[in-house]
């Protein structure tokens, strides 16, 4: 075996691939090879390190270079200078990670990453994803051997339930419970399954971990068969994460040739095996009953519970169903002990939690903290705060089913409880951060929007009650409302949220629910005064001239596609508000800053 | 019509791998989507007795999930990230402007057949945000005054 003297890690995860790692990998083999270096300088293809908004990330072991930003033109001198004198070449480092004194800084010590703690996403970055030799380096698959080889099921049961873990996709539901009551029932066939069809927008945590970490959910779910008696697993995956599908099927390949899926497990006598399946498209398909009537081959649709699927799930039979970084934490909370994991977080929420941190921050991308972290932390902390100077409006957690915390809640300790204590909720863990140019009466528009979309139609207060509510928002935002639209809002989202079937219903109304209660204000400014505070809703917005900064150019009157501005050269314009369509083509192409929105 | 016949057989194929597997409808029609780019209402039907099961239920999964179309899509399909990562940052703006560049609204094709344009679930690249995908290719990090440059790229 060769000697390594250094590892070339390029994030191979979904954003970075986007702005092109793949030449990156490309050049560096190429550079590599002309300096004779390939046999010592190993580049690693991994998965995501979080810090997206850097993209496309390059870390260089053993020093913990962060280059940031990378370019192909750029690997030449890196070869050159880093990896062939060994000087790190600063001018491409991440700006923070290097030290006032010019000393570069461990990655532990940069703002994004002193306050995380990586659990599920531990090998994340660090590992070769498709290499199953690696996952087992870093003590891969020693929980399912520790499992089946020395302890009992209901062992297994009482330290997962010990731990205090809760369900990550949603509802936190107590995951030990859960694999309690599937090992309860009696049958002869039962299941484990896997929610990989992380459908809340702007939400990416699930995606990272199969495509950084594919086997830890394979492991997982083994240990998940073995403690309720299952032989046949299933990950549903949604289709539009082509690498993590990959990823996922070359995993499950070698962990087949290893025998750590198959038939007599280590020895042992237990079978478990697993199979991909594809979503197509449907955000339904992440509630439970809906997903696995989606897998059996229907239209994806939810069913009243009980019976839950714990008793009759998949196929009629007895199955378990839980996402992907709540099995990410699984193997390490065997191999480390409940208490080690129960010592994290807060009362009723152990652990960690994997946000991602989105919209209007500086920092973009994944972000790993203990329960009880307060929002404020991950948005300045971490996050770095809103970009060009704009100030914080709220955070919407837990996509279309959460809601809207607003600047007064910054210090609350982020955990299951406290979030549905404000109006909001956990959900899979998307965190999108606006700012004061976020009109939030539009953004409960666009959740609303999504639902409706969404929605599958088989109850009526989703299936009717949503529209209802967009329709409403859809005229307030276009400065349609009417006194008691307010009203009518609550009055069906308290109907809805008790009538319908599935948690998408229930939870459809949160988003409006949670900007009624802390921005109130903005709603009854588009309502009564026809006004948009955030200067965001198109129809409410006003453009003006101002005389003593006209010149008279002409520019906007030739620009105007309404032709409602007039006026004569070098004297100021005027707009016709009447017939104005609002496009802003005018404000654009004035040179003088002349023309005002309000 | 032999090319057609090509399809059916790859179709055929790929069916007899999967009609014993529990819940084979959808992966069978995912397949029959990949060769035949889209499902109309003859390979349903074939699907359908192909797995012996009514052909309304092949219509009904088909017309349920986004994912299956019913029509022929264009040769470049444009995806517009709609995530809230990309709406807060303007994705609104550049879908608004694609639908002027290319005279159709979201969810149809031009009628040259070249660009099918479609509002899509997030893609998960919100680093990047707004986000475009058009096929394979991702732009990222764009204002709606770049939308003419990209789409003239394709012609």
Request: hydrophobic share 35%; aromatic share 8%; with cysteine.
């Amino acid at each position: 075996m060769d000697l390594i003297r250094s590892h070339v890690m390029v994030c191979c995860g979904t954003g970075c691939s986007s702005s092109n790692s793949a030449a990156i990998i490309e050049e560096f083999e190429k550079q590599l090879a002309a300096k004779g270096l390939d046999k010592e300088v190993r580049v690693v293809h991994t998965g995501c390190f979080g810090l997206c908004q850097a993209g496309p990330v390059v870390i260089i072991y053993p020093e913990g270079a962060f280059y940031a930003h990378m370019k192909p033109e750029n690997v030449e001198r890196i070869v050159e200078e880093h990896l062939v004198k060994g000087r790190v070449v600063k001018e491409f480092l991440y700006k923070e990670a290097v030290e006032e004194d010019n000393r570069i800084k461990s990655l532990e010590n940069v703002e994004f990453y002193k306050k995380q703690k990586r659990i599920a996403l531990r090998n994340c970055g660090v590992i070769d994803p498709e290499n199953i030799e690696e996952y087992i380096a870093f003590d891969g698959y020693k929980a399912l051997g520790k499992v089946l080889t020395e302890m009992k099921p209901e062992e297994v049961i009482d330290l997962v339930t010990r731990s205090g873990l809760r369900g990550r996709g949603g509802a936190g539901f107590l995951t030990g419970m859960k694999w309690k009551f599937a090992a309860a029932s009696v049958s002869d066939k039962k299941y484990v399954c896997c929610n990989a069809d992380e459908g809340d927008p702007g939400a990416f945590m699930d995606r990272s971990v199969l495509e950084g970490d594919p086997h830890v959910v394979i492991e997982a779910m083994a240990i998940a068969a073995y403690a309720i008696g299952a032989d046949q697993g299933y990950i549903y995956c949604r289709a539009e994460y082509p690498i993590a599908v990959k990823r996922l099927e070359i995993a499950i390949r070698q962990a087949r040739e290893y025998g750590l899926l198959g038939e007599d497990i280590f020895g042992t006598g237990f079978n478990f095996d697993l199979e991909v399946r594809l979503g197509a498209g449907a955000f339904v398909c992440g509630e439970e009953t809906a997903l696995m009537t989606s897998i059996e081959g229907h239209r994806g649709e939810p069913r009243p519970r009980p019976p839950f699927p714990a008793v009759k799930g998949l196929f009629g039979k007895p199955t378990i169903l839980n996402n992907v970084e709540t099995y990410a934490n699984i193997p390490q909370i065997i191999n480390n002990g409940w208490e080690w994991f129960a010592a994290m977080g807060t009362e009723k929420s152990k652990g960690t939690k994997v946000f991602a941190l989105g919209g209007k921050v500086n920092n973009i991308g994944l972000v790993e903290v203990p329960m009880g972290t307060t929002l404020r932390e991950i948005v300045y902390d971490i996050g770095g705060g809103c970009p060009n100077g704009k100030k914080f409006k709220a955070a919407q957690t837990g996509g279309p089913s959460g809601g809207c915390i607003p600047a007064s809640h910054l210090d609350v300790k982020i955990d299951y409880d406290n979030l549905t204590a404000i109006g909001s909720m956990m959900g899979s863990g998307g965190m999108i951060v606006m700012d004061e140019d976020n009109c939030m009466v539009d953004i409960a528009r666009f959740f609303l929007d999504f639902t409706v979309d969404e929605s599958c139609g088989k109850c009526a207060p989703c299936r009717i009650g949503t529209r209802r509510m967009l329709e409403i928002l859809e005229r307030i935002v276009e400065g349609k409302g009417e006194d008691g639209d307010i009203e009518k809002l609550e009055n069906l989202a308290k109907t809805i949220k008790a009538t319908a079937m599935c948690g998408l219903g229930q939870s459809a109304p949160n988003p409006v629910l949670s900007t009624l209660k802390y921005f109130r204000h903005e709603y009854e400014a588009h309502i009564y005064e026809k006004r948009c505070p955030a200067g965001h809703c198109k129809k409410l917005l006003t453009y003006k001239i101002n005389a003593t900064k006209c010149r008279g150019c002409t520019m906007c009157a030739r620009n105007c596609p309404a032709g409602c501005i007039s006026g004569k050269v070098r004297e100021p314009h005027v707009i016709d508000t009447t017939k104005c369509l609002k496009c802003g083509v005018c404000m654009e192409k004035c040179k003088f800053d002349a023309i005002t929105r309000s | 019509m032999s090319f057609e016949k090509e399809k059916y057989a790859a179709l055929q194929r790929e069916i007899d791998k999967l009609k014993n597997e529990p819940g084979a409808l959808m992966p069978v029609m995912q397949k029959a989507q990949e060769i035949f780019g889209y499902l109309p209402e003859d390979v349903q039907r074939y699907i359908a007795k192909a797995l012996d099961i009514p052909a309304s239920d092949v219509y009904g999964v088909a017309t349920f999930y986004a994912q299956f179309n019913l029509e022929p899509k264009g040769k470049y399909i444009i995806s517009v990230c709609m995530g809230t990562a990309c709406y807060v940052k303007g994705s609104q703006q550049v879908l608004d402007k694609l639908e002027e560049v290319l005279g159709v609204p979201a969810g149809h094709t031009t009628p040259d057949g070249l660009f099918t344009l479609n509002a899509t679930r997030c893609l998960g690249a919100c680093g990047l945000a707004p986000v475009i995908m058009i096929n394979e290719d991702v732009y990222g990090r764009l204002t709606p005054d770049q939308v003419p440059d990209i789409i003239s790229m394709y012609h």
